[in-house]
């Protein structure tokens, strides 16, 4: 009796360890098979690392190529953004000077008077008299200035006298004053024969020499004043390629870094 309970129970114990040792051998050929599966993984992302860097080097390679090319070529000129005939037209300055600057301005408004009184005189002095600029004046009235266009063909009859300038810098000094008396009266301060500037005046002479002016300042995308186009003379001396607009002026310190790069660009190698 008793040898058959111990042969049962040795059968028991037998029967209860194959399912165990079985599962343990599951799990062993599971975690055998994740890890073979990570070693995998990790073999691809290693590959595609080597990828990536191998693309990165050549990418390297060629943005070095192109910066190298890039550095031997020569700039290449900038686009002009019109051509001014300024043949005829009074201006400041040597008539060999390479560069000229073309301001478009209006007598009434108030940013141009300051722009006259404070920063065109500094420009006249560093740059117009010394021989490398050449300074244009032309007008560009705006409608919401009612004397703007009477103004601007006063100076315009005083042109014919010779006394253009000197009538631009009297229009600039007091801009409360430019009805068509004040306009009278500073002809006659200025020494003009008025018979000629009155007939000039009331003619209206220039008024469409001003619009066409007025049309090529919108034209180069000036909506308001004082605008101011900036570019090289012709050996002509007539004609100006504009390759700079600027609008607005700030202070004379803008204008300082924009013209001395201009004429350090054009100094010989």
């Known amino acids: 009796m008793r040898s058959c309970l111990r042969v049962t129970l040795i059968c028991s114990l037998l029967f209860t360890a194959l399912p165990a040792r079985s599962a343990q051998r599951s799990r062993k050929e599971r975690r055998v098979q994740e890890i073979a599966a990570l070693k995998r993984q990790v073999q691809e992302l290693q590959a595609g690392q080597q990828q990536i860097l191998a693309e990165l080097r050549e990418m390297k390679k060629l943005l070095a190529a192109r910066m190298s090319a890039a550095l031997d070529t020569p700039p290449a000129a900038p686009s002009p953004v019109a051509t001014l005939n300024v043949r005829g037209e009074p201006f400041k300055g040597a008539s060999g000077a390479r560069f000229a600057i073309v301001e478009y301005s209006d007598f009434e408004c108030s940013f141009c008077g300051k722009y006259a009184r404070e920063i065109y005189p500094q420009i006249i002095d560093r740059y117009v008299k010394t021989g490398k600029i ?136």
């Not at 006659?188 to 005046?201: I, K, M, P």
């Not at 605008?227 to 004379?252: K, L, P, R, W, Y």
């Open 134 to 269: 050449r300074y244009y004046f032309r007008d560009y009235p705006l409608p919401i200035h009612p004397n703007a266009m009477q103004a601007a063909l006063a100076a315009r009859c005083a042109a014919e006298q010779g006394k253009f300038w000197e009538m631009h810098d009297s229009l600039f000094a007091n801009q409360a004053a430019l009805n068509a008396n004040d306009l009278m009266s500073r002809a006659v301060e200025l020494g003009l024969d008025q018979g000629r500037f009155s007939e000039c005046f009331a003619a209206a002479r220039y008024v469409e020499a001003i619009r066409k002016v007025s049309l090529g300042a919108r034209q180069m995308g000036m909506n308001g004043t004082p605008a101011f186009a900036i570019g090289s003379v012709a050996a002509n001396g007539e004609v100006v390629t504009v390759n700079q607009v600027a609008m607005g002026a700030d202070s004379f310190e803008e204008f300082q870094a924009a013209l001395d790069e201009l004429l350090k660009s054009s100094a010989p190698k």
